[in-house]
Nanobody, 127 residues
């Protein structure tokens, strides 16, 4: 069983920055595709960013491209999401997720592909 724990959420003004972190308890963290998703009140859970097992392949939702950066540290078993130039529409609960994959250069923007989820961390951006 893999446990994922997010941290780093909070309240920030528009234009500000936050850095989210997700720590994994899994022994084989380097085998997992990692992703960040978010869910605003009354809306579906949306893809934000994904990173392959080695970190060599990354993709972002169009809405965050150029503002957010996903990264991972396999030795520390963490994945991070640096969020800059935040907007009120970025307000949501942010979740990290892990996908078990045997394909080494794998990523996914589909939430249904992911096997493990964190509890989420609230990000609120005021205007």
């Amino acid at each position: 069983q893999v446990q994922l724990v997010e941290s780093g959420g909070g309240l920030v003004r528009a234009g500000g920055s936050l850095r989210l972190s997700c720590a994994s308890s899994g022994r084989t963290f380097s085998n997992y595709v990692m992703g960040w998703f978010r869910q605003a009140p009354g809306k579906e859970r949306d893809f934000v960013a994904t990173i392959s097992q080695s970190g060599s392949i990354i993709s972002y939702a169009n809405s965050v491209k150029g503002r957010f950066t996903i990264s991972r540290d396999n030795a520390k078993k963490t994945v991070a999401l640096q969020m800059n130039s935040l907007k009120p529409e970025d307000t949501a609960v942010y979740y990290c997720a892990a996908k078990v994959s045997s394909y080494y250069l794998d990523t996914s923007s589909d939430a249904t592909d992911y096997h493990y989820w964190g509890q989420g961390t609230q990000v609120t951006v005021s205007s």
